[in-house]
């Protein structure tokens, strides 16, 4: 099963390498499809790939560490 989540870091969060721990902590593969990171903040567009259990889990566990998770409801990133 395929995912795509938008992610937002606020100041506090641009330097922790947050999807990395998210990859090592849930057997979940990420595709960076988008990212845009400044001093202040970042966001980044992932399609997530992983069973439907672990993938809720790896969702629930980002937004514990205070990222902002919204889906990814339309495709404009191939154009």
């Not at 606020?10 to 998210?22: A, G, H, L, N, R």
């Amino acid at each position: 099963m395929k995912r795509r989540v938008h992610l937002v870091f606020e100041t506090d969060m641009v330097q922790k390498p947050i999807t990395w721990e998210m990859s090592k902590k849930f057997d979940i593969v990420f595709n960076v499809r988008r990212a845009k990171i400044t001093e202040k903040t970042g966001e980044s567009v992932l399609e997530l790939e992983g069973d439907e259990p672990t993938l809720d889990a790896a969702i629930a566990w980002l937004k514990s560490q205070g990222v902002h998770v919204d889906p990814v409801t339309h495709d404009t990133l191939e154009s």
